[in-house]
């Protein structure tokens, strides 16, 4: 089985501060690791992955992650928040023996001026 | 190029009707997801298609939901006798399997509201 947590219904932080929005994933064997973010009234569009290799992934509009195999973490940052980042983030794991991910619930990112 | 199309963007329905929901992927993507969002709520799996296989059926809530797909083009969802618990967005994703190029992408939704 494979399962993920978001465990903060919602994120609060600073423009110009930095931010994590946390994911921990539980499944059999290594993950395949992903992150969404969700703009109002509009599909999920993807972020970063974590597959194999460096542990430090980099993806789109300045965002990293981390993947902490100890920790079963894959926590989502940037160095610092704009406004424009609010929005909805969702980590997904995958066994890669299987073919269909398994999201999270989401955590809400709000970005204070 | 093109992404991944849903139609219709939004649909009302009267409670005890059939819906259908269309799901056009990009071209050349394999492999194609229908997921359901009610409000506030994370994505919750429905259907899978890879190909000409068998789909995963595993997420469907109930037997008024079923899918097509057609080879590797237009899937449809239909629901029916909708019910009020059925009101909820319902997203499509493609993708190209393999461990390098599995990354989904998602249509922009149907929101279906059932009075």
């Known amino acids: 089985a494979q399962s993920v947590a978001q465990p903060e219904d919602q994120v609060n932080v600073a423009e110009g501060n930095p931010l994590t929005v946390k994911c921990t994933y539980s499944?059999?064997?290594?993950?395949?690791l992903f992150w969404y973010v969700q703009y109002p009234n509009r599909g999920l569009q993807f972020l970063l992955k974590y597959i194999t290799g460096d542990n430090l992934v980099k993806g789109s509009y300045g965002f990293e992650a981390e993947f902490n195999k100890s920790q079963t973490s894959f926590h989502l940052k940037k160095p610092s928040a704009l406004v424009s980042d609010s929005a909805l983030y969702f980590c997904a794991v995958r066994d890669p023996r299987r073919y269909i991910p398994t999201f999270g619930r989401g955590t809400s990112l709000i970005v204070h001026p | 190029g093109a992404g991944v199309s849903q139609s219709p963007s939004n649909k009302v329905t009267e409670k005890g009707k059939d819906v259908e929901l269309r799901c056009d992927p990009i071209?050349?993507?394999?492999?194609l997801y229908w997921y359901r969002q009610r409000l506030g709520q994370g994505l919750e799996f429905l259907i899978y298609f890879q190909g000409n296989s068998a789909p995963d059926k595993s997420g469907l809530p109930s037997d008024r939901f079923s899918a097509e797909r057609t080879g590797e083009s237009v899937s449809t969802l239909t629901i029916q006798r909708t019910q009020q618990e059925d009101s909820a967005v319902y997203l499509c994703?493609?993708?190209?399997?393999?461990?390098?190029?599995?990354?989904?992408?998602f249509g922009p939704g149907t929101r279906l509201t059932v009075l």
């Open positions: 994703a493609s993708s190209s399997p393999g461990p390098r190029t599995d990354t989904q992408y």
């Open positions: 499944v059999s064997g290594n993950p395949y």
């Open positions: 071209s050349g993507h394999t492999a």
